[in-house]
Nanobody, 127 residues
Framework: QVQLVESGGGLVQAGGSLRLSCAAS????????MGWFRQAPGKEREFVAA????????YYADSVKGRFTISRAYAKNTVHLQMNSLKPEDTAVYYC????????????????????WGQGTLVTVSS
């Protein structure tokens, strides 16, 4: 049974940093693409970043480029999202997701392409 478990959310002041982690288990993820999405209150879930597990190709939403960094710890089956220079508009529940295969940069942003989802972790950025 595949499980994605996020951790690391919390309350931080604007300009601060947080590091989210996603622990993946239940199968081999070497042929998967891992993504981070977020959903703010009253808004749709949106793409944040993605990384291909084996080659480490990385993709970001324009809104987080230069501030967020996605990475993976291959041996630990863990994906991280380092978030710096946080803004109040980054406040959201952040979700980790896994997509089988490497479908291309556009499809990494599409929610329906992802096969597995975590339960989410709340990030609150105060002004």
């Amino acid at each position: 049974q595949v499980q994605l478990v996020e951790s690391g959310g919390g309350l931080v002041q604007a300009g601060g940093s947080l590091r989210l982690s996603c622990a993946a288990s239940g199968r081999t993820f070497s042929s998967y693409t891992m993504g981070w999405f977020r959903q703010a209150p009253g808004k749709e879930r949106e793409f944040v970043a993605a990384i291909t597990w084996s080659s480490g190709n990385i993709y970001y939403a324009d809104s987080v480029k230069g501030r967020f960094t996605i990475s993976r710890a291959y041996a630990k089956n863990t994906v991280h999202l380092q978030m710096n220079s946080l803004k109040p508009e980054d406040t959201a529940v952040y979700y980790c997701a896994a997509q089988s295969g490497y479908s291309g940069s556009y499809y990494y942003t599409v929610l329906s392409r992802y096969d597995y989802w975590g339960q989410g972790t709340l990030v609150t950025v105060s002004s």
